[in-house]
């Protein structure tokens, strides 16, 4: 059985757009994670619909074989998720998230997550999660679903974004 290989383009059906970015009141209300904190997860950047952390792996983080947990990746992955996902002002939690593991990972390195929205509408969302080391190596890639709830912690200046079809 052959190896994994990294796709280096997207698919052409996805269209990358300017994010425009957040406003300061998003930014501080998406980086208040307490457990993401607690695992020492940083948010690199966050613009509408997409999301950008980071995380140092910990050896307290690995599972019976050494490497890191898959849960913590995932965490990782999530992390981003519910940052893009929340980036517009509107409470959105997930509904579901899968998660494919590409590469293990050592201790110690340093692993960035991005989330991408795909596609959306003014109740559902679809992401596209990629964890990747330092070098750039894939190491996890995720598609999750989020639904918007009709509540806001922040000013509904967004809702018309949301409402584009």
Not at 88 to 94: D, E, I, L, P
């Amino acid at each position: 059985m052959g190896r994994v290989r990294t796709v280096a383009s997207r698919p052409s059906s996805v269209v990358r757009k300017k994010r425009k970015r957040v406003a300061q009141e998003i930014w501080d209300y998406v980086n208040k994670d307490k457990f993401a904190q607690s695992l020492g997860i940083e948010l690199l950047e966050l613009r509408e619909g997409y999301a950008k952390c980071a995380m140092v792996v910990k050896k307290s983080m690995s599972n019976f074989h050494g490497s890191t947990h898959g849960g913590a990746i995932t965490t990782l992955a999530d992390a981003a998720f519910a940052a893009a996902c929340n980036s517009y002002g509107q409470r959105t939690v997930a509904l579901a998230v899968t998660i494919n593991f590409i590469e293990a990972v050592k201790p110690g390195t340093r692993l960035i997550a991005t989330a991408e929205e795909e596609a959306a509408s003014a109740r559902i969302g679809l992401y596209h999660l990629v964890v990747m080391d330092e070098g750039g190596k894939v190491v996890a890639s995720s598609h999750a679903t989020a639904y918007r709830k009709n509540e806001w912690f922040h000013k509904r200046s967004n809702v018309e974004t949301l409402k584009r079809g």
